[in-house]
C-alpha cells in the first residue's frame, strides 16, 4: 500500500521553488493558488529569505500550494491518484494538502483557509511570548513526565526519540534549565506555541469560516493527526483539522495505523524530507521517497507504481461507505442490528482495541444496503463496515 505525506510548518527553505517553477504549467498553476490566497507565494518560494518564510502566515500558505500543485505533477491525470494511492495524511497544516488532495474539499477552499489559519495562528502568536522546543532522545515517559511538570504541552509527538514540547518562554525556559536525562533540547524557530491551548483564538476564527465550507467524503483513506483514526467523512475531516490548531499532533499514531494498514512505501510531497526521515526511523522495513525536486518525477511516478493499490473507499457517489477508523474489534450496537433505515448521526456500533473504544456513526444516515462486517469480527482501519444509500446530502 502507498500512502501519500504532506509536511508542516518548518519544511520550508529559501529558494526552494526555484526548480519546480521552471516548468511554466507548475508557474501558471501555482500563481492561480497564488492568487486565490492574497499571497505572492512565486516570490517567497524563490527569492525570500530565511526569516520572512518563517513567518507562520506566510509559511502555511505557501507549503500547501506546493503540496496541491506539485501533486499534479506526479498525476497528470488527478483521477489516477485514486487507483494507487491507499491513503493520505498531512502534518499539522500539511493536513490541508492531504483533505484537498483526497477532494474533501476543493485546492481553492484549502487555500482561503490556510491563508486564515496562518493569519489566525499569527495573532494569537502574538498575543503571549510563546515558543516550542524539540526534545530528542531520552526515555519517553520522562520525557512526557518534564513537559508536563514545567508546564508545558506535548504538542507534536512524532515517534520514538522525538517530541517537541510547546508553551510560554518561561515554561522552555524551566525546561532548559532541568532537561530530561539523556534527553537534547533544540528551541524550534516557530512564531509561538502551536497546537497548543494558546491557539483557542485561531480555532474560532477558522472553524466560524468552515461553516461555510461545503465538503465531500474523501475518494480515499484519510489518516487524521488527533488520533490517527481513518476518517471518511468530508465533514469529520473539516472539523477535525479545525480542531487540531490548538490540540497536539500524534504523527506517531499516525504512523501506527499506517502499520495496521500494511503500508509499503511513503511518498512525502515537497518540500520532502522530515515525513520520511521520521518514518525511516519508525516503520522498519517500509520504503520511502521525498519528492524534492522536479528531476525526481520519472522515479516518483515509478515508486508509486510499484507500491500503488487502489483506494478501499475509492467508490461511486450513489453510495456511501462507513469505515472502521481504527485496528480491532468491531461490536455492533444492538439498537441498530435489525434496523433497514438508519437516521442520521446513528451510533452503528464501535471498535475496541488495546488503546482505546472508538464509536462509529452514520453521520448522514440512509438504507442499509449491505453489512460487511458481523459483530465480533476483527476490522482493519479504513475497512468498509456498512454500505448506505444516503436518505440526506
Known sequence: MLVIVAPGQGAQSPGFLTPWLEDPVFRQRFAWLSTVAGIDLITHGTESDAETIRATEIAQPLLVATGL???????????????????????SVGE????????????????????????????????????????????????????????LTAANDNGPGQIVAAGTMEQLAGLAAEPPTKARLSPLTVAGAFHTEH??????HVAELA??????????????????????????????????????????????????????GILEMPPAGVLTGIARRALKGVETFALKTPDQLDNARAFVERHGDPSPVNSTPTWRLIVSPIKGTWHLDAAVAGASVLEANATLGAVASLRDRTPVL???????????????????????????????A
Open 199 to 204: 491557539m483557542a483564538p485561531a480555532v474560532e
Open 211 to 264: 461553516r461555510s465550507v461545503s465538503t465531500h467524503d474523501p475518494r480515499t483513506l484519510v489518516i487524521s493527526n488527533r488520533d490517527g483514526a481513518v476518517v471518511h467523512d468530508g465533514v469529520d475531516v473539516l472539523r477535525r483539522i479545525v480542531g487540531q490548531i490548538a490540540q497536539p499532533v500524534r504523527w506517531d499514531l499516525c504512523m501506527d495505523t499506517m502499520r495496521d494498514l500494511g503500508v509499503t
Open 362 to 392: 452514520a453521520p448522514h444516515g440512509g438504507t442499509v444496503v449491505e453489512w460487511l462486517v458481523e459483530d465480533g469480527d476483527l476490522v482493519s482501519p479504513g475497512q468498509p463496515l456498512v454500505r448506505l444509500h444516503p436518505s440526506a
Open 96 to 151: 490541508l494538502t492531504a483533505a484537498a488532495g483526497a477532494r474533501a474539499i476543493t485546492a481553492e477552499q484549502a487555500m482561503v483557509l490556510v491563508r486564515e489559519r496562518g493569519l489566525a495562528m499569527a495573532r494569537a502568536a502574538a498575543a503571549t511570548p510563546t515558543g516550542m522546543t524539540a526534545v530528542l532522545g531520552g526515555d519517553r515517559e520522562e520525557v512526557l513526565a518534564s513537559i508536563a511538570q514545567h508546564g
Open 69 to 91: 500543485v506539485a501533486a499534479l505533477e506526479l498525476f497528470p491525470h488527478p483521477a489516477d491518484a485514486f487507483g494507487r494511492v491507499g491513503a493520505v495524511a498531512g502534518h
